[in-house]
């Protein structure tokens, strides 16, 4: 097989480059049209209970999750020129295309009753910008009487008062939305510095959108980023610019190829995805790393460059094989979780990962045949350097420091269990933004003076046509909503009853001691002046009912807080919803975008650890292939293990819960760092041949030979994701120092753990099962014969 493939690299070299060259040309036009998600893609998949509740809610009374809010805080708001100023701002933002309705104390509607028509008028307070602040402080006594926005729109107590912007769907759903965003922003800037008031922003469609478009400005810097790192590390070892500008053409090679992959399948750049391109380009100068080692060590030995290029395609190219399939498989595992957002992550990754080893397997060795030869300061550093002294120095340990290798194992292990006991599994709907973001900041602001701005949604079927107009329901109803009041996580509640109150107060002319409840006779009364719902246009009223009557809604607003506490208020509330509704007459569910997080997380959660399991799995059997021996197979994934197991003792340690931005960690870390086993197990098994079964020297001339490339490859990936550090998503930075760390003990268990097990264990493991591998993929010993390559104008010594 891979004489036949180093035969078709090096013989066609030409034709193989233009149709690398014209596949990627496709490919790249359809990665130009890869775009940003906005949309938070569900965590559930769309048969589950909660999935489908929450559909038929939408349905009913649509989208929650679509205002934007701007909290103002300033006790003179009422002055003539500062409500002015508002009022402006209101009607401004109100005109711009892509906003649906904006709700101030500049716009804040009251129901006026209108014996004349026997109904009610919805009307704005302020119908007319004032021009007196007796104007002004009679519009504030009645917006201060209206009791149904104290604690919605605004809060007395503390002067701060919100301002509603809804945004249209159809909006949120285009590249038009960061436009929109950017609009609104300009125009509250410049009320802010007119007016010398501070404004907060939030609400989910605003830290979407401004989470969208960091993710699409780090996409670009952290590419940028790993570039210039990679470049840099690579000169290092080298020391050519060849081993550096050849690898780069590679690397944006198979970034465009991820690129265009996505936008192929239809997939958009989210959160998680936006960490592939820098992921794939460590990755692909890691297989650069092993390539080049490689070919510089052969022509060190012969000087024969067409030769050396075979058996880098031979030796290295079957070793490569199998640890791209095993991190491929790290990722793919992810596809069995079921979630859309981690299917397209584990495709994608899984698939570029195959790509990107192809095309490096190809274009390494076409681009250095067409190259002079290596010259001496290029494979100076396989002799004397620090590295090679370093590997001397860990063939020694190995050789003669075995035992405190245990012993230190043994202590990390006894640390390592003790902090897995300190982690927590927790979550929130805003959770990768940083505390110090303004982002951040703003939502604690109007969590303080409001309790939250995350939805959540208690649905109501009365099970029969006209149920909601009953008295004893709208009881019912009222009843709930003082005990959500008792929850200091959740804002104050609106629904049906609280409309009734409104609509009781501006049947007796707006008096504020009328804001209660109707009797059945005022009832009545009040009802035949409500408006007739018209069509599919939002009321006052069927925002909150539905045609039919049958079914109503109780809207609040939820702190960000954890699964925890959110399961908790879930469980609490549930007991109490069923000591105030009869199960047989009324079907209430606890609904909206909180609950529905709640339920995706922790089935996400426990997929990413089944995940986890089969990537563990998977990996095996790939490895059983190749070393057959399943003692050496368990003996090589201890190594690889270990990692795992200290880095979530790490997050233990530092409070970091297990989250899906950091559970992915140990699928990520566990593909990538088993790399190095596979590696030195390869030439650990040839080199038996070569050194007729003797363990020791195979042991020693394995480490030798596979120590530069472990440790070049592992500063590569680390300096490769420690990058992610920089980002401004929680998630992403830990999972930057994370798996950072997670290479950093993987190397050293590699180095110094593995190959002092093997020599502890020798003949127990090193069985004839391992020296005859299940599936033969390759001859290690078979070399091809130069002259059946007919490589054009190039002769065996390099000279072209």
């Known amino acids: 097989m891979w004489i036949y493939l180093v035969r078709h690299i090096l013989r066609y070299r030409l034709i193989n480059l233009i149709v690398i060259a014209l596949l990627t040309g496709i490919i790249g036009y359809f990665a130009l049209k890869?775009?940003?998600?906005?949309?938070?893609?569900?965590?559930?998949?769309?048969?589950?209970?909660?999935?489908?509740?929450?559909?038929?809610?939408?349905?009913?009374?649509?989208k929650d999750g679509s205002v934007m809010f701007i909290g103002i805080q300033d006790e003179n708001i009422f002055n003539l020129d500062k409500f002015n100023g508002l009022y402006d701002l209101?009607?401004?933002?109100?005109?711009?295309?892509g906003v649906e309705e904006v709700v101030s104390l500049g716009r804040i509607f009251n129901l006026v009753r209108n014996d004349s028509i026997k109904k009610f008028d919805f009307k704005p307070v302020s119908q007319k910008k004032p021009t007196t602040q007796q104007e002004c402080d009679s519009i504030r006594s009645v917006i201060y009487s209206l009791k149904m926005y104290d604690g919605l729109l605004y809060n007395k107590e503390t002067h701060v008062s919100l301002m509603m912007i809804t945004l249209e769907e159809s909006k949120l759903k285009t590249k038009e939305r960061i436009n929109l965003i950017r609009e609104i922003k300009s125009k509250v800037e410049r009320f802010s510095q007119q007016t010398d008031i501070a404004v907060h922003y939030s609400g989910l469609p605003y830290i979407r959108i401004i989470t969208a478009k960091k993710l699409e400005d780090e996409l670009l810097f952290f590419v940028v980023l790993a570039m210039i790192i990679t470049s840099i590390i690579l000169l290092i070892f080298f020391r050519s610019f060849?081993?550096?500008?050849?690898?780069?053409?590679?690397?944006?090679?198979?970034?465009?190829w991820l690129l265009g992959t996505m936008s192929l399948l239809g997939y958009k750049i989210t959160l998680l995805t936006s960490v592939l391109?820098?992921?794939?380009?460590?990755?692909?100068?890691?297989n650069c790393i092993f390539l080049l080692n490689k070919y510089y060590d052969e022509y060190r030995s012969h000087g024969n460059k067409v030769k050396s290029l075979s058996r880098v395609v031979q030796r290295i190219g079957n070793a490569n094989l199998?640890?791209?399939a095993t991190t491929a498989a790290g990722f793919a595992a992810f596809i069995v979780t079921g979630n859309k957002l981690l299917v397209e992550f584990g495709v994608i990754a899984s698939i570029s990962i195959l790509v990107a080893y192809i095309l490096t397997l190809f274009l390494i060795p076409i681009f250095f045949s067409y190259l002079p030869p290596p010259k001496k300061r290029h494979t100076k550093h396989l002799d004397q350097s620090n590295v090679s002294k370093l590997i001397a120095k860990i063939v020694n340990v190995v050789l003669t420091r075995r035992n405190p290798i245990y012993i230190i194992l043994a202590v990390i292990l006894v640390i390592a269990i003790f902090g897995i006991t300190k982690l927590e599994t927790t979550g929130k709907i805003v959770d990768d933004i940083p505390k110090k973001d303004i982002i951040y900041k703003d939502l604690m602001f109007l969590e303080k003076h409001f309790n939250g701005v995350m939805p959540f949604e208690i649905s109501i079927d009365t099970k029969k046509k006209k149920?909601?107009?009953?008295?004893?329901?709208?009881?019912?109803?009222?009843?709930?909503?003082?005990?959500?009041?008792?929850?200091?996580?959740?804002?104050?509640?609106?629904?049906?009853?609280?409309?009734?109150?409104?609509?009781?107060?501006?049947?007796?002319?707006?008096?504020?001691?009328?804001?209660?409840?109707?009797?059945?006779q005022e009832k009545n009364f009040i009802l035949r002046y409500i408006p007739a719902q018209e069509g599919n246009k939002r009321t006052i009223l069927n925002s909150f009912i539905d045609s039919t009557m049958q079914y109503t809604r109780i809207s609040t607003q939820m702190a960000n807080i954890g699964t925890y506490e959110i399961q908790r208020i879930k469980d609490d509330l549930r007991l109490k919803i069923d000591s105030i509704f009869n199960k047989e007459k009324f079907d209430v569910q606890i609904t909206g975008?909180?609950?529905?997080?709640?339920?995706?997380?922790?089935?996400?959660?426990?997929?990413?650890?089944?995940?986890?399991?089969?990537a563990l799995l998977i990996i095996t059997v790939l490895m059983a292939l190749l070393f057959t021996s399943i003692r050496m197979i368990l003996i090589s994934l201890v190594p690889n293990i270990i990692p795992l197991l200290t880095t979530a003792a790490m997050m233990g340690y530092l409070g970091i819960s297990i989250k899906p931005s950091t559970v992915l960690i140990f699928s990520i870390a566990l593909g990538i760092s088993v790399d190095n086993a596979i590696h030195f197990l390869s030439r650990y098994r040839l080199q038996l041949k070569l050194n007729n079964w003797r363990i020791k020297d195979s042991v020693i001339a394995a480490l030798k030979e596979t120590g530069f490339s472990m440790i070049y490859s592992s500063v590569v990936l680390f300096f490769g994701f420690i990058i992610f550090?920089?980002?401004?998503?929680?998630?992403?930075?830990?999972?930057?120092?994370?798996?950072?760390?997670?290479?950093?003990?993987?190397?050293?268990?590699?180095?110094?753990?593995?190959?002092?097990?093997?020599?502890t264990l020798d003949k127990r493991i090193t069985t004839k099962t391992f020296k005859e591998p299940l599936l033969e993929i390759f001859d290690e010993e078979e070399d091809i014969e130069l002259d059946e390559l007919e490589i054009e104008q190039i002769d065996t010594r390099g000279s072209a």
């Open 34 to 62: 890869v775009q940003v998600s906005y949309d938070a893609a569900s965590l559930l998949p769309p048969h589950d209970s909660a999935s489908i509740v929450y559909s038929e809610f939408k349905d009913r009374f649509g």
């Open 90 to 97: 209101t009607f401004n933002i109100k005109a711009i295309d």
């Open 242 to 256: 060849k081993a550096v500008i050849f690898p780069m053409m590679i690397v944006m090679i198979c970034v465009l």
């Open 277 to 286: 391109p820098p992921l794939l380009i460590v990755i692909v100068v890691e």
């Open 322 to 324: 199998l640890t791209n």
């Open 467 to 520: 149920g909601v107009q009953k008295l004893s329901t709208i009881k019912k109803i009222d009843q709930l909503e003082q005990v959500l009041a008792t929850y200091p996580e959740l804002s104050k509640s609106i629904s049906v009853a609280e409309v009734l109150k409104f609509s009781k107060q501006a049947f007796y002319r707006g008096k504020e001691s009328m804001y209660s409840l109707p009797n059945n």
């Open 593 to 614: 975008t909180s609950v529905v997080f709640l339920k995706g997380y922790r089935l996400l959660v426990k997929n990413l650890f089944t995940s986890l399991l089969l």
């Open 725 to 759: 550090v920089l980002s401004s998503f929680g998630g992403t930075e830990s999972l930057g120092y994370l798996i950072a760390f997670t290479l950093v003990v993987a190397l050293f268990s590699n180095l110094f753990l593995l190959p002092s097990l093997i020599l």
